[in-house]
């Protein structure tokens, strides 16, 4: 059952409209400039505006195009339907978050980021010469992000953040 763009791109908005507004409700902290309310607030504008997107079909068109130029220069091996252990790739994403809640404490923040980057690049069909540094580098940046601008310290288990 496929559901209209309509309806997904507007369950996406009402979704990002309501991170907004409870975000926006979140009480501000003394001193800082930047509270919790930020980011709630970013997500939910992106979402919200994403949504909107969806729903008013823009980039439809760039869709199509690709559509019909992949089908037209495919060979019939591409055109194959996709190995049934790839529709299991679904579950990927909320396994890694289980990993997550369950090793962060212990192992800490940069290697279990590490780990959940490498596997979820390389499942998703990144090749590892891309997926090896991303997964080195991007731990590093989002514990940067975390620390010094939303100044929520992430744990540092067996490999603390530098500096």
């Given at each position: 059952?496929?559901l209209s763009?309509?309806?997904?791109?507007?369950?996406?908005?009402?979704?990002?409209?309501?991170?907004?507004?409870?975000?926006?409700?979140?009480?501000?902290?003394?001193?800082?400039?930047?509270g919790?309310?930020?980011?709630?607030?970013?997500?939910?504008?992106?979402?919200?505006l994403?949504?909107?997107?969806?729903?008013?079909?823009?980039?439809?068109?760039?869709?199509?195009?690709?559509e019909a130029?992949?089908?037209?220069?495919?060979?019939?091996?591409?055109l194959?339907?996709?190995?049934a252990?790839?529709?299991?790739?679904?579950?990927?994403?909320?396994?890694?978050?289980?990993?997550?809640?369950?090793a962060?404490?212990?192992?800490?923040?940069?290697?279990?980021?590490?780990?959940?980057?490498?596997v979820?690049?390389?499942?998703?069909?990144?090749r590892p010469?891309?997926?090896?540094?991303?997964?080195?580098?991007?731990?590093f940046?989002?514990?940067?992000?975390?620390?010094?601008?939303?100044r929520?310290?992430?744990?540092g288990g067996?490999l603390?953040?530098?500096?």
């Open positions: 059952m496929q763009d309509r309806i997904t791109g507007s369950a996406i908005a009402a979704l990002g409209a309501v991170a907004f507004v409870y975000g926006s409700k979140l009480p501000p902290v003394p001193g800082q400039q930047v919790p309310s930020a980011f709630p607030m970013v997500v939910g504008a992106g979402l919200a994403c949504g909107g997107l969806i729903v008013f079909g823009v980039g439809r068109h760039f869709e199509e195009v690709a130029d992949v089908i037209s220069h495919a060979t019939p091996e591409e194959a339907p996709l190995p252990w790839r529709n299991w790739l679904a579950l990927l994403p909320p396994a890694l978050l289980a990993f997550y809640a369950l962060s404490e212990t192992l800490g923040f940069l290697p279990t980021a590490a780990v959940m980057v490498l979820a690049s390389l499942a998703f069909g990144a010469k891309l997926a090896v540094p991303l997964a080195i580098i991007a731990p940046a989002i514990n940067l992000i975390f620390l010094k601008l939303l929520v310290p992430l744990p067996i603390p953040f530098p500096w």
